[in-house]
Each structure stands twice: as C-alpha cells, then as structure tokens.
C-alpha cells in the first residue's frame, strides 16, 4: 500500500533522492527547503509500507503579480518500481486541490520535455493541461519544453477531483 501525504522536513532528503534516481533536472537541498517553508501545502509524498518515498511533487505558488494568481509544478517524480500505478496522479492532484483551495489559484503550470512521452500523456489527457507554448532550449541539455496549463475553473470540478483524491490517499499498491 502507498500512501499519500503531505510532505514534511523529514522527508526531503528522499525526495532529493527519489529526483536523483529518476531525473536529469536536479535540485540542491536548499531549493527543496524554500518550498517546504514558503508552500508547505503544496508538496506532497507517496510514501511505501516500510517509510519509503517512491514518489514526490514539488510545488510552488508563481509570485508574478502581472499575471493572475496560480500554481507551478516545480518536480514530480515516481520511482519506476511503483509506476503506471496511479501515484503521480494521486500527487499532482493533491497538489492542484490545494493550489486552488488555500491559495485560490487560477491555473497551474508546469514544464515538460518535449521528448518525455509518458509525462505528456499524463498531463494532456489524464490531467487536462494544454500546451500553452513551447519554450525554446529551456532544459540544461538545449531541449525544447512544453509550457502547459491547467485551468482549475475549466478543468477541474472540485467535488470530482475532493472525491478522486480522497480515494487516492490510501491507493492500493500490490507489491
């Protein structure tokens, strides 16, 4: 079984080795710490039976006041040993619930290598984010990413998403 939950201080040195493990875009410690003490409801485990973190999102609240108030989604990471299980849905949408419920969030965006099929698909069709534009050279290596978007008062119906999240927290993982 896996369960999801809010992350705390505890937690972040395996979220940092959770990113290692499984992306190229990686952070120092730091940068986990200002998210944990300036967004605390936005970042979210996916802890094993025996305390293990397979998986994570790191989220922030965007602070550009040109543009209305929404959410970014900074890093998700699953372990590919608990993948295509629904954790990163469950993640993602612990996260957006709580963007748009505690800190009245618009929309929430995100950047996704162009050539990263599966998290596409995740956020096109099981999230319902669009490509907003295509940011040019945006990752370390010189590949292209996709900004995309989720517009909570579009996409999200907040009882569905109350429901669909509630059943997640104690997702069902066989092992």
């Known amino acids: ?57 790191l989220a922030k609240m965007e602070e550009d006041e040109k543009q209305p108030k929404h959410g970014h ?22 996260s957006q619930l709580e963007m748009a419920e505690v800190f009245d969030a618009e929309y929430v965006s995100l950047h996704v290598r162009k050539s990263n099929r599966a998290a596409f698909h995740l956020y096109k069709e099981t999230l319902q984010y669009a490509i907003h534009d295509v940011e040019k050279g945006y990752y370390a290596d010189g590949e292209d990413a996709y900004d995309m978007r989720c517009t909570f008062k579009e996409n999200l119906n907040k009882k569905a998403l109350e429901a669909s999240t509630e059943a997640m927290e104690q997702l069902q993982v066989a092992n």
């Open 73 to 94: 989604i900074t890093s998700l990471s699953v372990l590919r040993t608990h993948r295509k299980r629904g954790i990163a849905t469950a993640l993602m949408r612990r």
């Open 1 to 57: 079984m896996v369960c999801i939950r809010m992350a705390t201080v505890d937690d972040l040195l395996q979220m940092q080795t959770t990113n290692l493990w499984c992306l190229p875009e990686n952070y120092q410690m730091k940068y986990y710490f200002y998210h944990l003490l300036s967004w605390p409801q936005l970042l979210w485990v996916a802890e094993d039976f025996d305390g293990k973190i397979v998986g994570y999102v």
